[in-house]
């Protein structure tokens, strides 16, 4: 079985300030890792995905996020906050890329001035 | 580009009810995956298909149904709705043959059912 866990339902920065978004997941194979965001009345766009390869995987929007396998770790951030970044973000892993996705429970980014 | 469109953004049906929800997407498609979003509980799987008259159950089938009739158009069911399905559903698609930046699941705009 495969499982996410984000830590921080909600994360509140100052606009121009580093965003880190934490993402832990549970995984018996090799793992697929996503993070989409879901910006209000809208559905899930993705921001970024790791397959294989480069485990620093570099997104839309001046995302990246690092796979790290022996922290079963695959943190998002962006060195500098926008106002448009305020969103929800979801963690997501599965056993191959286009299979089921199990998510993470979400993280309400808030941006402030 | 891919677009997965949901026949409804906004829905209120009464306990009892049987409610369908429509998906279709225009990329030709062989998998499709109905999801429901709630609050602190993020998106979680009902049923998928990966292929026309095939369906799989997800995490949380129970008090659904699904159809695939067609490989376009994936529909969700509820056989008898109830308040506790009041939610968000979202629909989406992928290519499992597809490679590089197409290979992902696209997501359409969702459905907020609200069951009285």
């Known amino acids: 079985a495969q499982s996410v866990t984000q830590l921080g339902s909600h994360v509140s920065v100052s606009e121009g300030a580093l965003v880190l978004l934490r993402c832990n997941y549970s995984s018996s194979v090799p793992p697929y890792l996503f993070w989409y965001v879901q910006y209000p009345n809208q559905g899930l766009q993705l921001l970024l995905k790791?397959?294989?390869?480069?485990?620093l995987v570099k997104g839309i929007n001046g995302f990246e996020a690092e796979f790290k396998k022996s922290e079963t770790s695959f943190h998002l951030t962006k060195p500098s906050a926008h106002m448009s970044d305020a969103a929800e973000y979801f963690c997501?892993?599965?056993?191959?890329?286009?299979?089921?996705?199990?998510f993470g429970t979400g993280t309400r980014l808030q941006v402030t001035l | 580009d891919v677009k997965v469109t949901q026949s409804s953004r906004y829905l209120v049906k009464r306990t009892g009810e049987k409610v369908f929800l429509e998906c279709v997407q225009d990329?030709?498609?062989?998998?499709m995956f109905w999801y429901r979003q709630d609050p602190g509980l993020g998106l979680r799987l009902i049923y998928f298909s990966y292929d026309v008259k095939m369906k799989e159950k997800g995490d949380i089938p129970e008090g659904y149904s699904v159809s695939r009739e067609k490989k376009e158009r994936f529909s969700l069911i509820l056989e008898s709705a109830s308040t506790s399905q009041t939610s968000m559903y979202l629909c989406?698609?992928?290519?499992?043959?597809?490679?590089?930046?197409?290979?992902?699941?696209?997501f359409g705009p969702g459905t907020r059912l609200t069951v009285l």
């Open positions: 990329m030709d498609h062989e998998n």
């Open positions: 997501a892993v599965s056993r191959r890329t286009a299979s089921k996705l199990t």
């Open positions: 989406a698609s992928s290519d499992p043959l597809a490679g590089g930046p197409r290979d992902e699941q696209f």
């Open positions: 790791y397959t294989t390869g480069a485990t």
